[in-house]
C-alpha cells in the first residue's frame, strides 16, 4: 500500500466550480498533515496545514480524520489561477515529509 | 519574507562526474532536508541534516550522495559518481527548532535544481 495515496485526476472543471480532492496514509503514527501546490516544474509551496477540527483559509478547506487516516481539500468557487498540482503531504514520526503522487487541476474558462 | 535559495538552478553533467549542489537555507532554521523529484513521480525525501550529522536517510541516500554544513549558511548535497537516473529536480528545505524533530512547523522549499546527466 502507497504510504500517501491520492487520485491523481486530472480535474477540469469550469471557473467557480467547487472542488474536492482526498488523499489516505497508511502509517498511523504520522505526527503532522499539510497541502502543498506545486506548479510545473517549481517547488513545493505549502497551501495549508490540516488539523482534526479541519481549519479554512478563504476559499480552501481542509479536513481530517484520523481514525480513517484520510485527508480532503475543498476548493469553492475555483479560479483559473488554482490551476495546478496539489500535493496531499504527511510528516511522520521522524519529521520528514512523505508526498502523495498529487493530483492535478485545471479550472477553464 | 526569508526564503531558501538553491544554486545553480539547472545543472548538466555527464555521467561519472561529480556535482555539488547548493542550498541557503532561512537563517534562524536547524533542520535541512533534501527531496528530489524525478519528473511525472513524486516528491521523495533524501536525508535530513539537525546538529552538524545525518537525522536519518531515504535508501535513494546511498554511499554516492553526501550532505555538508560547510559554513554557517551553505548546505550541500554532492553526488560524488552521477548515474543517469541521478537525472531529477532536488529540492532543498528548511524548519525552524520550534516543535522539535517531530514538530508541526512548516518546511520551507527552495526553487530547486534540475539536474540532467547524459
Known amino acids: 500500500r502507497k504510504e500517501v495515496e491520492q487520485d491523481p485526476g486530472p480535474f477540469n472543471v469550469p471557473e467557480g466550480a467547487t472542488v474536492a480532492f482526498n488523499c489516505t496514509y497508511s502509517n498511523s503514527a504520522s505526527q503532522s498533515f499539510f497541502w502543498y501546490r506545486q506548479d510545473c516544474r517549481k517547488e513545493p509551496k505549502l497551501l495549508m496545514s490540516?488539523?482534526?477540527s479541519g481549519n479554512e483559509d478563504g476559499r480552501f478547506t481542509a479536513q481530517l480524520n484520523r481514525a480513517s487516516q484520510y485527508i480532503s481539500l475543498l476548493i469553492r468557487d475555483s479560479k483559473l489561477s488554482d490551476s495546478a498540482t496539489y500535493l496531499c503531504v504527511v510528516m511522520d514520526n521522524t519529521g520528514k515529509l512523505i508526498f502523495g503522487q498529487g493530483t492535478t487541476l485545471q479550472v477553464k474558462p | 519574507e526569508p526564503e531558501v535559495t538553491q544554486t545553480p538552478s539547472h545543472q548538466v553533467t555527464q555521467m561519472g562526474q561529480e556535482v555539488i549542489l547548493r542550498c541557503v537555507p532561512i537563517?534562524?532554521?536547524?533542520?535541512f532536508y533534501w527531496y528530489r523529484q524525478i519528473l511525472g513521480q513524486k516528491v521523495e525525501f533524501l536525508v535530513s541534516f539537525y546538529n552538524n550529522e545525518i537525522s536519518e536517510k531515504s535508501e535513494i541516500f546511498d554511499d554516492q550522495f553526501s550532505v555538508e554544513r560547510p559554513d554557517g549558511s551553505n548546505f550541500t548535497l554532492k553526488i560524488r559518481s552521477t548515474k543517469l537516473e541521478d537525472s531529477a529536480m532536488y529540492f532543498c528545505a528548511s524548519r525552524s527548532l520550534a516543535g522539535g524533530p517531530w514538530g508541526t512547523d512548516t518546511q520551507y522549499f527552495g526553487p530547486g535544481t534540475r539536474l540532467t546527466v547524459l
Open positions: 537563517s534562524n532554521h536547524l533542520y
Open positions: 490540516v488539523y482534526s
